[in-house]
């Protein structure tokens, strides 16, 4: 018997691992080809290539049309940190509101929240490309940043109120007897304890922001503004000459970011899930 589910789990370990590679081998097949010459990319699809060359990487960091790809790096950093700062201070302070707090009609809001996760994004870009051009917005940041420093995320207030709704209110009134005020129980008490559901915000709001294209493409026409997904795809040509090699090694750049913060983070963002899912 020991034997035999030793070989059941042994095969069962096989065929996760088959499949993880299966899963794996894009990402694999980018890094490789990231390292082959461009007249190799498409007729040699082994994963170890038969000639390595950095070239790719350093006519791609050296940039396109007149703009080093550092900038692009930059850029989606720049854009990325105001939506993450705007996200986990706007959202967690609706979440505390919703959570805490007691006010009129607390149950039609929340629920007119809830409804705006299930409405399509493409639905409000029509609405929302016309406000920002009469707000001349158009070609800067303030379309991609200003929405998530007003809690237009509904997703992650959710995500925040099940969590804070897993903390003992005993905490609020010990607080409370100490003296503290709602800011203050908000900031010293709710905040702290909050740290694995704003971790996951953080993560979530990274990724998504990092590597959001279409948003971008909408709102941002010059060169020197874009970031790291508009010019990856300065590197693609419609006339059929396009740069492959320097767009996979541009590719795997960008990817390290947000491998690295998921990777860091993963105990933390596995708990806030968690937490999330099970408290409410």
Known sequence: MAQAKGFNRLLLHILILGVGMFMLYPIMWLVSSSFKPSNLIFSDLSLWPKEVTLD????????????????????????SALCVAGNLLSCSMAAYSFGRLDFSWKKVWFAL????????????????YILFKQLNWIDTYYPLTIPKWLATDAFFIFLMVQFIRGLPKELDESATIDGCGKAQIYWRIILPLAVPALITTAIFTFIWTWDDFFSQLLYINTAKLYTIPLGLRLFMDSSGDSA?????????????????????????FVEGISTSGIKG
């Open 244 to 268: 492959w090699g320097v767009m996979f090694a541009m590719s795997v750049l960008s990817l390290i970011p947000s491998l690295v913060i998921f990777f860091s983070c993963q105990k933390y």
């Open 113 to 128: 929240m809830l409804v705006t996760i299930m409405l399509p994004h493409h639905v409000t870009i029509i609405p929302q």
């Open 56 to 79: 790719n990487y350093l006519k791609g960091w050296s940039g396109i049309a007149r703009v080093k790809f550092s900038t692009f790096f930059t850029n989606s950093f720049i854009v």
